[in-house]
């Protein structure tokens, strides 16, 4: 029980961490992925506490697959920044001044 | 049939307001057609809620235990300032017409316009304390953004910016109130807080009492927080007429009102709501002597005006408050939308360049000429009964000095009014300006107004009947009209007042028709345009909120590691209360 626990929370902190330090737009797709799989494993994990593992697994899968989604529609927009923008470091490709 | 006329009255103004929205400005005839359409039907169906007046709510809505329930009690109170906002609103858009004329963004305003109105209704309506709260916010953002329209003007913008500033200190007034009653009460309805207001610990309720004082007085721009409602002069006419003189900032008079049975025992609060009212009355009085903005001395003399309602609530007049309220607003409304159709008409608002237009204009000056006298207080007009009925109670129940200031206040008021009429209507002409047609929407609402002025204190008995049957824990008595006439013409203090009256005008006719034009001497003017110094304070709030937010505006970096970090350590905070609470 303990190792999935430290690997919910080890998934997490590599995750904010990642998010924190990185300004590339391709890396925080990857890191936001680490931070999602983190997000799926505590539902099954949740789930199996709970009494409702089925209920964990549904909720998992759904997410799965929302969150393809996301990684395939961020990288996407990667190589259109990329390509008009000619990088893809955040700070840099921001055009909003306030 | 009371449940959904209550729904509509707020609901009709506000889907008005989506419509002129979604027209477009592309269609400005259809705007103007919508707008007056749905205000009317709105003035009808208040009207028609007059018939349903109970002490119980219409609407009752459950939704969930943080909110309560949403309450809409149709009482006396509530549906005659229902009635007053929907039907001098009505007023103002039909003026709107043509004043507004031409305008680029009409959808703009009349949207604000119609939310407004919606709003105000339910702010009155609301028997639930944080609903209330809600619908104040709404009045005072749409007062904001009229205040603001023509938001290329930076007069205009800061103008607006003021105001909202400044009311939102009685936002956080009354939300503070409101939240204090719910620790305490477990509810937010304003009837249990009435209710049960004796078994609340004595800070308590003097906390709540002095924090809705403090909403009051800043939504009715009542000392010290007046500067607010000049400033706001910079809106359209017709917006000054309908939301800074016969609505929204009634606001704050309504909230007193409504709650004024609960506060009683509260050492110190009646006196500092007579405070309140008369060093109100009296300090804009003498604000308005030195005026020469026309739409300023309006201005300053509703806030004189609206001193003499919160006095009457100090002194326990609630009837005679609400009724200078009632004839207030007619009146009101009617001087500023004739002040409207002359500055429409000449292009100015400085009164130094006007003079001599009554000849130009003479249904505008007959009309401004009736509110004046109104606003005076002469007999016959609404404005004299309520008036001389506010001096009454306060002569039975206020100290001896603050009546005898606020009859020189009534002495003063006099004064300022001939002032302004002689010096936009009569007089030699200074100036060669160009004088524009009244359009004949501007005549109709001006006409019906000026009607009101001479026919709304026959409303009285009616009123008080309402607000006696409907609001059983203010302890009202019932009183006819003629009850009224017959008192008021007996009592000495009437025609005391009424020689001070006559004297002020007396004054006026030898010393004041020469000094009217000349520069009043400097320490004055300098005292009355710092507000008696408490311009200084007022500005103090507004310069000390926007440099807060400018310094708030660098957290707003908009670069997303930093915004990470600050999700981050919500999260931490969030686990770490809640491991907190749950250890």
Known sequence: ?98 | MAGILTLLVIGIPWLGAVLVLLVGDKHPRWQHALAVGFSLLSGIDALLLMRFISSASSVDLWLSTAFGSLTLIPDGLAVSLTAIATVVGSLAVLFSVDYMRGEKQLGRYYFLVLFFIGAMAGLVLSGNLLFTFFFWEITALCSYGLISFHNDDPLAVRGGIKALLITQVGGVGLLAGALMGYSQLGSFQIIELLARANTLPAPTLAFIAFAFLIAAAAKSAQFPFHTWLPDAMEAPTPISALIHAATMVNAGIYLLARCSPAFESVPYWRESVLAVGMISALLTAFMALTATDLKRALAYSTVSQLGYMVYAIGAGGIVASQFHLLSHAVFKALLFLSAGAVIHAVGTRDMRRMGALGNTMPFVRNAFIVGALALTGLPIFNGFWSKEYILEVGLESSPLWMYLLMLLAAGLTAFYTFRMTWLVFFGSVRDSLHVHETGTAMKIALGLLAFGTFTTWLLFGGLSAQLAESLPQHGLHTESTWHLVEALLSAPSTWVALLVVAASLMLFYIVGRRAALTAPPAWFNALSESSFGFELLNRWVVSGMISLAERLRLTQSGELNWNILGILACLLTVLAVLWWSAS
Do not use: E, H, W
């Open chain 1, 1 to 98: 029980m303990n190792v999935i626990l430290i690997g919910i929370l080890a998934l997490f902190g590599v995750g904010f961490y990642g998010l924190l330090i990185t300004r590339n737009l391709i890396k925080i797709v990857i890191v936001l992925q680490i931070l999602v799989k983190g997000a799926v494993l505590a539902l099954v994990f949740a789930g199996k506490m709970g009494g409702n593992l089925g209920l964990g697994q549904s909720t998992a899968a759904t997410v799965i697959v929302a969150d393809t989604i996301v990684a395939v529609v961020g990288l996407a927009l990667a190589v259109q920044v990329r390509r008009r923008f000619g990088t893809l470091d955040v700070p840099k490709i921001s055009t909003l001044k306030g």
